[in-house]
């Protein structure tokens, strides 16, 4: 059985007003399912937080294992000219700093286990969005070209029309059929900007103006 990735065109026109300013001046950018996998991986904004979270888990072990910073306290007499202080270390007993270090050490597996999980839901939601992306495109594609044939079509019985041939009802149809055809055009070309939009979202891309 072949996988998705295979099963997919290789590259898909990704209708995006959040790509880079080049990009912008095409419409588009053409991608792999294995860029969008791969930008994800690098920039999907529920990853990034979950590897933020990991970070700070990391740091946190660090901490556990620090020693207390000793304090002093200084002070003067009213009754005589006296000056005193004290000093205080803490003393960690009874494995107290093992204890606190295994227990963020247990404490940053489970935060890394947590970012696995959080990058296979982000890899599916990728996948998602680049095949709906894909069928969107097919779509607008189909309507395209029915819409060009429903304008040659008109085009072709006005003539007629004109000439006496056809009927003006024939005419009145077929502009009615172009005007369909234009309007089911346009709403899949709004379906490829919100599908783009989505898979856009899982690789991290963001609008900068």
């Given at each position: 059985m072949?996988?998705?990735?295979?099963?997919?065109?290789w590259v898909v026109?990704?209708?995006?007003a959040?790509?880079?300013?080049?990009?912008?001046?095409?419409?588009e950018?053409r991608?792999?399912?294995?860029?969008?996998?791969?930008?994800?991986?690098s920039?999907?904004?529920d990853?990034?937080?979950?590897?933020?979270r990991q970070?700070?888990?990391?740091a946190?072990?660090?901490?556990?294992?620090?020693?207390?910073?000793?304090t002093?306290?200084a002070?003067?007499?009213?009754?005589?000219a006296?000056?005193?202080g004290?000093?205080?270390?803490?003393?960690?007993?009874?494995?107290?700093?093992?204890?606190?270090?295994?227990?963020?050490?247990a404490?940053?597996?489970?935060?890394?286990?947590?970012?696995?999980?959080?990058?296979?839901?982000?890899?599916?939601?990728t996948?998602?969005a680049?095949?709906a992306?894909?069928l969107?495109?097919?779509?607008a594609?189909?309507?395209?070209?029915?819409?060009?044939?429903?304008?040659?079509l008109e085009?072709?019985?006005?003539?007629?029309?004109?000439?006496?041939?056809?009927?003006?009802l024939d005419g009145?149809?077929?502009?009615?059929?172009?005007?369909?055809?234009?309007?089911?055009?346009?709403e899949?070309?709004?379906?490829?900007?919100?599908?783009?939009?989505?898979?856009?979202?899982?690789?991290?891309?963001?609008?900068?103006?």
């Amino acid at each position: 059985m072949r996988s998705i990735g295979a099963a997919l065109p290789w590259v898909v026109a990704l209708a995006l007003a959040l790509c880079s300013t080049a990009a912008r001046a095409d419409g588009e950018v053409r991608i792999s399912l294995d860029d969008a996998l791969r930008a994800a991986r690098s920039a999907a904004p529920d990853l990034m937080v979950a590897r933020a979270r990991q970070s700070v888990a990391h740091a946190e072990v660090g901490i556990a294992g620090t020693y207390p910073n000793p304090t002093f306290a200084a002070g003067t007499s009213t009754q005589a000219a006296k000056l005193s202080g004290t000093v205080s270390i803490p003393l960690v007993v009874l494995g107290q700093r093992g204890a606190a270090m295994d227990a963020a050490r247990a404490d940053e597996s489970k935060v890394a286990l947590d970012t696995q999980v959080t990058w296979t839901d982000v890899r599916q939601a990728t996948v998602r969005a680049y095949v709906a992306l894909w069928l969107a495109e097919g779509v607008a594609i189909a309507r395209r070209d029915s819409a060009g044939i429903e304008a040659t079509l008109e085009s072709a019985v006005v003539q007629r029309v004109q000439g006496g041939a056809a009927p003006e009802l024939d005419g009145l149809r077929v502009h009615a059929e172009k005007l369909r055809a234009q309007a089911d055009l346009l709403e899949a070309v709004a379906e490829v900007t919100v599908s783009g939009a989505e898979l856009g979202r899982w690789m991290g891309l963001t609008d900068g103006g």
